[in-house]
C-alpha cells in the first residue's frame, strides 16, 4: 500500500452529547486534521458510512474545506468498518484526493438506539445492505443480539463453548478498559462471576455483559499518500487494506450463509490481508478485532487464524488475549468496554499502539491488526514497512 494514517480525532464517549452527529463529526475531524498538522483547506477526499446520517454538503461547509475531489461511503459500517481505509487508499491511488478524512458520527444511545427492537415495513434496507430481516422479524428477532444469538448458539452447539468462556473474553476486555480514561467503563473492572450473574438478552448465548456499549460520540482519521506521510509529526502506514464479501453474505446476519458457526467473510479477509501480502500472523503485536457481542469476538478469531476453528475458548482462556499473551486484544477495553463508534473507534486505538502513546500500551507494538468481520487493516510503523 502507499497511503498512511497521518491523524486521529475523536469526541468523548458519552451516553448523551448533547449536540448533533454533524458537530460530532466537525469536532472529531478537526482534532484529527489538527493532530496531522494541516489545515481543514488541504482536506480533498471525504469517506464514511452509508448509515452516517451527517450530510457531506453540510460537513464540508462546516469544516472549511475549499475543493472535494473524492467522496464515498462504505455500505452499513459495523463489518465494513475498515472499508473506509480501502476507499481512501483507493482516491489516493488515482489521484482523486490529496488527504482524505474518513469519519463516523453517532448517537446510538440518546439518538436511535442501536440495541433496540427494530422493525420496518419493507423488506429490504437500502442504507444497510441487509435484506435478512425480512425472514426473521416475523419470528421475532427483531434487535442486534437476537440476531447474533443465532450464530452464537450454532458455534456454541460446534465448538462446545459456553458463555462462561465468552465471559473470560469480557473480563479480559474489562481490564483493558478500566485503565483507558476515554472508556464507558473506566475503573470499572469486572470478575468472571459478575459477568455470570448479568442478565440474559438472549439466553444461551449473549448476556448484558457481552453486548458493546451503545455511544454516542465521533472517531475520524487523515489518511494521506506514503510519500507526503513524511512531512507529518506521527504517520502510520497501512501496509495492507482488504474487504471479502461473499456469496450471499450481507451485512446485519450473515444468515443466508451455509454455516453460521463460520465467519467465513473473515476466513476469506485473512487470505487477502495475511496470504496475499506476505504478513504473517505472527507479525502481528497488537490486534484490535470488533467486538460487537463477545461471542464474535471468538468466532473471527479462528476465522482469522490465530488458533484452529473450535480452540477460541482455550485461547482465551490461556490469556492470549491480555497484556502478556501472544495477541493482546482491544486494549482499548474494545466496542464492549470503551464505546461502540460503529469499529472505527478501533482503528485509533491501533495507530495509538504504533505510535506509543497507548494507554494499555503493549511493548515494541510495530504491526497492529485491525479488523471487522469482512473488512481489515493491518497497520505498521513506518520503520517496520518495507
Request: charged share 20%; aromatic share 8%; proline share 4%.
Given at each position: 500500500?502507499?497511503?498512511?494514517?497521518?491523524?486521529?480525532?475523536?469526541?468523548?464517549?458519552?451516553?448523551?452529547?448533547?449536540?448533533?452527529?454533524?458537530?460530532?463529526?466537525?469536532?472529531?475531524?478537526?482534532?484529527?486534521?489538527?493532530?496531522?498538522?494541516?489545515?481543514?483547506?488541504?482536506?480533498?477526499?471525504?469517506?464514511?458510512?452509508?448509515?452516517?446520517?451527517?450530510?457531506?454538503?453540510?460537513?464540508?461547509?462546516?469544516?472549511?474545506?475549499?475543493?472535494?475531489?473524492?467522496?464515498?461511503?462504505?455500505?452499513?459500517?459495523?463489518?465494513?468498518?475498515?472499508?473506509?481505509?480501502?476507499?481512501a487508499a483507493a482516491a489516493l491511488a488515482v489521484g482523486a484526493a490529496d488527504v482524505v478524512v474518513a469519519y463516523r458520527?453517532?448517537?446510538?444511545?440518546?439518538?436511535?438506539?442501536?440495541?433496540?427492537?427494530?422493525?420496518?415495513?419493507?423488506?429490504?434496507?437500502?442504507?444497510?445492505?441487509?435484506?435478512?430481516?425480512?425472514?426473521?422479524?416475523?419470528?421475532?428477532?427483531?434487535?442486534?443480539?437476537?440476531?447474533m444469538s443465532l450464530n452464537a448458539v450454532r458455534y456454541m452447539?460446534?465448538?462446545?463453548?459456553?458463555?462462561?468462556?465468552?465471559?473470560?473474553?469480557?473480563?479480559?476486555?474489562?481490564?483493558?478498559?478500566?485503565?483507558?480514561?476515554?472508556?464507558?467503563?473506566?475503573?470499572?473492572?469486572?470478575?468472571?462471576?459478575?459477568?455470570?450473574?448479568?442478565?440474559?438478552i438472549a439466553e444461551p448465548a449473549i448476556r448484558l455483559f457481552d453486548c458493546c456499549q451503545e455511544t454516542d460520540g465521533a472517531a475520524a482519521l487523515v489518511i494521506t499518500r506514503a510519500d507526503r506521510a513524511g512531512d507529518t509529526p506521527a504517520p502510520v502506514a497501512i501496509a495492507a487494506a482488504a474487504g471479502a464479501g461473499l456469496f450471499e453474505e450481507e451485512i446485519g446476519s450473515n444468515h443466508y450463509r451455509p454455516d453460521l458457526a463460520v465467519m467465513d467473510g473473515s476466513v476469506a479477509l485473512a487470505k487477502?490481508?495475511?496470504?496475499?501480502?506476505?504478513?504473517?500472523?505472527?507479525?502481528?503485536?497488537v490486534a484490535l478485532v470488533y467486538d460487537a457481542f463477545s461471542p464474535i469476538l471468538l468466532m473471527q478469531l479462528e476465522a482469522l487464524g490465530f488458533c484452529g476453528f473450535g480452540e477460541a475458548k482455550d485461547f482465551v482462556a490461556d490469556g492470549h488475549l491480555g497484556p502478556e499473551g501472544s495477541l493482546p486484544c482491544n486494549t482499548n477495553g474494545g466496542l464492549i468496554g470503551e464505546g461502540y463508534i460503529h469499529g472505527l473507534n478501533l482503528t485509533l486505538e491501533a495507530v495509538r499502539q504504533l505510535r506509543g502513546t497507548a494507554v494499555n500500551q503493549v511493548p515494541d507494538a510495530w504491526t497492529a491488526l485491525v479488523t471487522a468481520s469482512r473488512t481489515g487493516v493491518v497497520l505498521q510503523h513506518p520503520d517496520a514497512a518495507p
Open positions: 500500500m502507499t497511503a498512511a494514517i497521518v491523524g486521529i480525532g475523536q469526541t468523548e464517549y458519552s451516553k448523551s452529547a448533547g449536540r448533533s452527529e454533524t458537530l460530532l463529526a466537525g469536532e472529531a475531524i478537526l482534532a484529527a486534521v489538527a493532530d496531522a498538522g494541516l489545515k481543514p483547506e488541504q482536506v480533498d477526499g471525504i469517506v464514511s458510512y452509508t448509515i452516517d446520517p451527517v450530510e457531506e454538503t453540510e460537513l464540508v461547509r462546516a469544516l472549511g474545506a475549499r475543493e472535494i475531489g473524492w467522496s464515498s461511503r462504505v455500505p452499513y459500517g459495523g463489518g465494513g468498518s475498515q472499508g473506509v481505509l480501502l476507499h458520527a453517532i448517537k446510538a444511545r440518546s439518538g436511535s438506539r442501536f440495541g433496540a427492537a427494530q422493525l420496518s415495513g419493507r423488506p429490504t434496507s437500502a442504507h444497510s445492505g441487509s435484506t435478512a430481516m425480512q425472514w426473521s422479524n416475523p419470528f421475532g428477532v427483531i434487535t442486534p443480539a437476537s440476531w452447539h460446534a465448538s462446545g463453548a459456553t458463555n462462561e468462556d465468552f465471559g473470560r473474553a469480557v473480563v479480559q476486555l474489562r481490564a483493558y478498559a478500566a485503565t483507558n480514561p476515554a472508556a464507558h467503563f473506566y475503573g470499572r473492572p469486572i470478575t468472571l462471576e459478575d459477568h455470570q450473574a448479568s442478565r440474559w487477502r490481508l495475511f496470504d496475499a501480502t506476505g504478513i504473517a500472523r505472527d507479525d502481528v503485536d
